[in-house]
């Protein structure tokens, strides 16, 4: 399988307009339904916030954006560590070190 292109990467980054860093939980359930709340850190800190029934759709789908974003951005980093680490090897390929006379120890 061949790897996207960090501009292909970038690009379907772009293309991410909403997201939601945490989990969606269900609080509990009742006759009429569950009931969600939102989990993450903040500062550090354990954050909660309830999630209205006719907005869990939408959260779910923004921590789901989150989680490809995260993907996507460690695809990039891979991506490009990668070309740095094939122009490397082939810049290392190209030189050829010659010592010089002061560098020789002598006996």
Known sequence: MKSKQPSQIL??????????????????????????NLQFRENGKPVSQYVPRDQVESVAQHTDNYQKFEKLVDEYAQAIIQSTREERAAGSKKKTFKHSASYRTKN
């Open 11 to 36: 690009q379907e980054i772009s293309q991410i307009q909403r997201m939601e860093t945490g989990k969606l939980c269900v609080m509990r359930q009742s006759s009429k339904g569950a009931f969600y």
